[in-house]
T-cell receptor, first 107, second 112 residues
Framework: QQQVKQSPQSLIVQKGGISIINCAYE??????FPWYQQFPGKGPALLIA?????SEKKEGRFTISFNKSAKQFSLHIMDSQPGDSATYFC??????FGSGTQLTVLP | DAEITQSPRHKITETGRQVTLACHQT?????MFWYRQDLGHGLRLIHYSYGVQDTNKGEVSDGYSVSRSNTEDLPLTLESAASSQTSVYFC???????????FGNGTRLTVT
């Protein structure tokens, strides 16, 4: 009953590069699409979220792109920094989470 | 500041024992959730509650139970702990269905 498919599982990016994480969802009933960031030993924390009435939302270096027809949304991290190294989760209907993407940004 | 607190942070127990993990939030949120996190599986929903006396099963509820007697607390009970329940458990709360989840820092449970 996997309602959210997240890719890639892991990602290694050089400092200053762009990190892109994708999420595909199944249930169209949801109206809130968040990305969470998790550091080791901590609980996930909301990074950025989007509602389906907009196609893109930007907060600083972080951007969500939303494609309603394809049932996909993605997280873009511009100018990636070593401090961005963490695990990222998308979430969808009934707060189902993707399997996570471990991002490593090399200095 | 409002927060969500989980206790204990670490717990080791034996197979067959009953274990209760505590979750307390001061956000005054009606919605509370329990997840388990395992490598390769992300966060999987165990149980959730939309208010006092309301409880619902999530994706992986077998072997777990919750009760909600007040707004602040949602304890998670493992009726008879099994090695397959070794995991990190996270409690979360939210104001509404389309609001951010606020997570605790987790309880690492080891069942030997």
């Amino acid at each position: 009953q996997q309602q959210v498919k997240q890719s890639p599982q892991s990602l290694i990016v050089q400092k200053g590069g762009i990190s892109i994480i994708n999420c595909a969802y199944e249930n169209t009933a949801f109206d809130y699409f968040p990305w969470y960031q998790q550091f080791p030993g901590k609980g996930p924390a909301l990074l950025i979220a989007i509602r389906p009435d907009v196609s893109e939302k930007k907060e600083g270096r972080f951007t969500i792109s939303f494609n309603k027809s394809a049932k996909q949304f993605s997280l873009h991290i511009m100018d990636s920094q070593p401090g961005d190294s963490a695990t990222y989760f998308c979430a969808s209907y009934k707060l189902t989470f993707g399997s996570g993407t471990q991002l490593t940004v090399l200095p | 500041d409002a927060e969500i607190t989980q206790s204990p942070r670490h717990k080791i127990t034996e197979t067959g024992r009953q274990v209760t993990l505590a979750c307390h939030q001061t956000w005054n949120h009606n919605n509370m959730f329990w997840y388990r996190q395992d490598l390769g599986h992300g966060l999987r929903l165990i149980h959730y509650s939309y208010g006092v006396q309301d409880t619902n099963k999530g994706e992986v509820s077998d072997g777990y139970s919750v009760s909600r007697s007040n707004t602040e607390d949602l304890p998670l009970t493992l009726e008879s702990a099994a090695s397959s329940q070794t995991s990190v458990y996270f409690c979360a709360s939210s104001e509404s269905r389309a609001s951010p989840l606020h997570f605790g820092n987790g309880t690492r449970l080891t069942v030997t």
